[in-house]
């Protein structure tokens, strides 16, 4: 057994509080949701987004396809079915993170509406942002940053949103940012300013 | 959108790195794996723990039951082949509480060695502490606490751990905690202790 060397230790039973977690780390625990199009920009404004918040002092982590497809969900592919459990997955860790007073930031297309409607009900009043990373699927393509759309077209890729498969597009986001017209930085400016003004962190 | 009040931005791109992060909290990402019989005391020393970093300024978070079980993992059993994929995703959680620099905290039975071992593989060198919780069958059932091991005796609850399911004791736990002997507040002190003579926190 460790030696002791602790001093600053009360004996107390019981969970923690969000009040408690808000006090130590003078943020507010949050989902930052974004959605859409493949292309559209949300990993390019997430990691924008979480360094902004880390230049502030505020704690964020993203989950995307790069820690959450190969790990917690690399036993689901691309059917309807896998892609709600997908989703519902990822609202489950997004609510633990958000319980754990962190600002969680989200990027996935999540093209179905009801998957998006679920993980905000199962999140708190105002503990869910969603955020519609809109552009049009013609500027997507024309970007088609990792290739995916010209394999989609020729039909490489069955089921890929926006050619084989729907996007539903939400219709209560709390923010719409249009990246046809706004670059990353303006767009990151637009979250991070709601986030201040709704009291969720200080800038 | 909502106007522009922040300054203090910089834009840079790329992922956060582990070291920002350990700058920001004061502390080094970790999971402790608490694993034992029922009633062996997890949970109580989960909340005990999670209380003292909380008053140290450090930021821990609980997985456990009453937050896995019925949110992430409300569409499992108790199955062999559920059980792992309980724990598999459970370690997966725990990893991404890891690298958002959390100190994670999970009590769960993790009677299957091969379970705990991907879960420590998963995770990176000095990222695993493994904690046996350590507590004779015959003073869990004494305590029953929940009134579990007599319905499991009774025949009530098929595949209870230590009844008539195997508990595999870890042999190269960082951590062994004795509760028959030692009290709550002895037990959270060992594992403080160590996180501390380890430079994953300061007290």
Same mark, same amino acid.
């Given at each position: 057994?460790?030696?002791?060397?602790?001093?600053?230790?009360?004996?107390?039973?019981?969970?923690?509080?969000?009040?408690?977690?808000?006090?130590?780390?003078?943020?507010?625990?949050?989902?930052?949701?974004?959605?859409?199009?493949?292309?559209?920009?949300?990993?390019?404004?997430?990691?924008?987004?979480?360094?902004?918040?880390?230049?502030?002092?505020?704690? #964020?982590? @993203?989950?995307?396809?790069? &820690?959450? =497809?190969?790990?917690?969900?690399?036993? /689901? *592919?691309?059917?309807?079915?896998?892609?709600?459990?997908?989703?519902?997955?990822?609202?489950?860790?997004?609510?633990?993170?958000?319980?754990?007073?962190?600002?969680?930031?989200? #990027?996935? @297309?999540?093209?179905?509406? &009801?998957? =998006?409607?679920?993980?905000?009900?199962? /999140? *708190?009043?105002?503990?869910?942002?969603?955020?519609?990373?809109?552009?049009?699927?013609?500027?997507?393509?024309?970007?088609?940053?990792?290739?995916?759309?010209?394999?989609?077209? #020729?039909?490489?890729?069955?089921?890929?949103?926006?050619?084989?498969?729907?996007?539903?597009?939400?219709?209560?986001?709390?923010?719409?940012?249009?990246?046809?017209?706004?670059?990353?930085?303006?767009?990151?400016?637009?979250?991070?300013?709601?986030?201040?003004?709704?009291?969720?962190?200080?800038?």
């Amino acid at each position: 057994m460790a030696d002791q060397k602790s001093t600053n230790i009360t004996w107390h039973h019981g969970k923690i509080s969000k009040e408690d977690r808000e006090k130590l780390t003078g943020q507010k625990g949050v989902t930052i949701w974004l959605t859409g199009l493949s292309g559209s920009g949300k990993s390019t404004i997430a990691v924008e987004l979480e360094h902004a918040l880390m230049d502030n002092k505020h704690q #964020a982590y @993203i989950l995307d396809g790069d &820690n959450v =497809r190969h790990g917690l969900n690399k036993n /689901l *592919g691309f059917s309807p079915e896998d892609r709600t459990e997908n989703i519902r997955r990822i609202g489950e860790v997004s609510k633990l993170f958000t319980e754990a007073n962190l600002i969680a930031i989200t #990027a996935f @297309i999540s093209p179905y509406k &009801n998957d =998006r409607d679920d993980v905000r009900a199962l /999140l *708190g009043e105002g503990e869910f942002i969603e955020v519609y990373v809109k552009c049009s699927l013609e500027e997507c393509e024309k970007r088609d940053t990792k290739g995916l759309y010209k394999k989609a077209r #020729a039909g490489e890729i069955p089921e890929f949103t926006g050619i084989s498969a729907p996007y539903e597009e939400p219709d209560k986001a709390e923010i719409v940012i249009n990246t046809d017209e706004l670059s990353v930085e303006e767009s990151t400016r637009a979250i991070l300013g709601y986030l201040e003004e709704k009291g969720y962190i200080t800038l």
